[in-house]
């Protein structure tokens, strides 16, 4: 299976500040690039999702900015929450979802 | 209207014991995909099911095996257990081809081998 790879593992940001978590991918056969969110005990839930034709998708407070020529796409969590403490996987799809590692982000109060 | 369930939540196994896993998708939906989640692996596709037909199949061995029934309900089945195998396991399920729409993850069944 071709890789995601995901960055950083672990994230640490201020209540009210900006979460960011890169990944990185090999197929250039994925179409579809959904980030999921999970939290303990829980399964992942789709947050947002972007495809490749387009540069950025924003909802609410959380941003996907998407780089074709680099294969690279990112997350950004802006006003980041002390809710917002969880982990997130980005991931690509093509005939099947490939996902990162997984970043565990903690937001202090 | 409810989501997908998965059953049992959890289990306890010893090696080379065998084990199945149920996994009941929302309803409508008949893409089944089932997920292995381990701390160091992270989330690993193990395979994926619809209308009853194995569509796609991650990098696992041949003991990992599954099935889809007329009413999409899906099972998942470990043969010959090894302590590697413990891990979470999540059942997701979309409404079509499981790429391209979104895929809505169970709670997951947690498997200990001792």
């Known amino acids: 299976q071709q890789q995601v790879k995901q960055s950083p593992q672990s994230l640490i940001v201020q209540k009210g500040g900006i979460s960011i978590i890169n990944c990185a991918y090999e197929?250039?056969?994925?179409?579809?690039f959904p980030w999921y969110q999970q939290f303990p005990g829980k399964g992942p839930a789709l947050l947002i999702a972007?495809?490749?034709?387009?540069s950025e998708k924003k909802e609410g407070r959380f941003t996907i900015s998407f780089n074709k020529s680099a294969k690279q796409f990112s997350l950004h969590i802006m006003d980041s929450q002390p809710g917002d403490s969880a982990t997130y996987f980005c991931?690509?799809?093509?005939?099947?979802?490939?996902f990162g590692k997984g970043t565990t982000l903690s937001v202090s109060s | 209207k409810a989501g997908v369930t998965q059953t049992p939540r959890y289990l306890i196994k010893t090696r080379g014991q065998q084990v199945t896993l149920s996994c009941s998708p929302i309803s409508g939906h008949r893409s089944v995909s089932w997920y292995q989640q381990t701390p160091g692996q992270g989330l690993q596709f193990l395979f994926e099911?619809?209308?009853?037909?194995?569509?796609n199949k991650g990098n696992f061995p041949g003991r990992f095996s599954g099935r889809q029934f007329s009413n999409s309900r899906s099972e998942m089945n470990v043969s010959t257990l090894e302590l590697g195998d413990s891990a979470l396991y999540l059942c997701?399920?979309?409404?079509?081809?499981?790429?391209?729409?979104?895929?809505?993850f169970g709670p997951g069944t947690r498997l200990t081998v001792l």
């Open positions: 099911y619809f209308s009853e037909t194995q569509r």
């Open positions: 997701a399920s979309s409404l079509d081809r499981a790429s391209y729409n979104e895929q809505f």
């Open positions: 972007i495809r490749p034709d387009v």
């Open positions: 197929n250039t056969a994925f179409d579809y």
């Open positions: 991931a690509g799809a093509g005939t099947a979802l490939i």
